[in-house]
């Protein structure tokens, strides 16, 4: 059986548009008939398919219990968005209202994920691929739902190029094991960049470890950018492969990777590139960049933790060793030898996050009927609002300021720790990250060992911001 958002009660974005027009024939138009799954604040009315509709409407900061200093977002209803996210209601123990704006780290999730996850438990729960009863067929068609819409949201070209993961972590050492490691020997080289999280460091050095092999990092100008002439100087005809972060988490700065792709593949050297800060920020297709590996993190963007997914292009999947041995991955297995599946079961060994791939999906249409474009444009604003607002207080300085940047604020503060920031932000119902960021190399090109870091969501408000400021004012030096 197909088990399809029709049969726990949600409707395909087609069939959603069709039955909305005549009921929202404006944005506003009554919630009353809204179906289960719908984003609040769009309007089924806007083309292409489900896209968000723009609301003429400028923005006046009461949802943060403050006015901002200009109009954020005229056009993206952010308050009725936020109604999606039961959490950012939240009241902290010291009576705080919870301001969210620790997105780096993790985001929080809409109801539509929440209600994915119970119905899947309350209806489905199954072992997938196994079994000849019918819960198995529903998990099993949930499960490979959530792989078609994580294709088809990253513009892969088929649902068997996405292989389920714990997270980017998990995808970045898979695919060092899997297909790095075998390619690699005694003065083979890897071509990294400073920026990068540990996560896309500590697998390299691991493979470069037991193989002889060496890393080359790619220096970034003093804004945080990559130098792209000094990136194509560090390949040659040693290289073997390159990893690099699209969004770096602790300066914000979106890296030009269509040319870091380019300049790869003119070496011969397929690529990886590191998704987690961006997939939720800017538009992706993996077809269009011709990444031979894209990978990402569900909880990064309003899914669970514990899942996300490596995209790999067809013949680097076919031409990878398995992960790890076990249930799932096999054809047929003796004592003498195992045949394996073809990817993406190959390197889906073991009972995975059924239920937790199945709330990506979710979030994933989540997030594609709001649409990224509109999201990245509200971002933008938000982020050059906080961005103006905070530059003006004395004694600040922001770590990272790339022309092109994305979500992060990372700084530091005279005259106060960066663990002292984050206490003064908490006690005022403010939750940022303070510290290293998994990012040491890159703070440590900047003389630092760590930074204050707000990091924004779609969620998020210029009234946010406006506490925020007022914040790291109280504690900013008097000149
Ligand atoms: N890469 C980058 C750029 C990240 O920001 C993070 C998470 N902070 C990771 C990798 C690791 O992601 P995860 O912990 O979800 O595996």
Redesign the pocket.
Known sequence: MNTTANAYGLPDPEELEAWAQPYFSEYGAEEAGRPPNAVSGVSPSAAPSVGYSPVVQPYTGADAGATAGRAVGAGFDVNRIRADFPILNERLSNGKKLIWLDN???TQKPRQVIDRLSYFYEHENSNVHRGAHELAARSTDAYEAARNTVAKFLGAPSKDNIVFV???????NLVAHSYVRPLLGPGDEIVLTIL?????IVPWQLIAQETGAVIKVAPVDSDGQIILPEYTRLFGPRTRFASV??????LGTITPVHEMVQIAHGFGVRILV?????VAHTPINVTALDADFF??????IFAP?GI?AVYGKTDALNEAAPYQGGGNMIRDVTFERTVYNPPPSKFEAGTGSIADAVGLGAALDYVSQIGLPNISAYEHELLDYATCELCGIKGLRFIGTAKEKASVLSFVLEGATTEQVGKHLADRGIAVRAGH???QPILRHYGLESTVRPTLAFYNTAGEVDELVRAVREIAPKF
Do not use: P
């Open positions: 780096g780290a993790t714990r997270g980017t972590t998990e995808g970045i990068e999280h540990h996560a896309n972060t699209h969004v770096s988490n602790a590191d998704g987690a800060q961006s990978v990402f993190s569900g909880h990064k933790t996300g960021h998994c990012a």
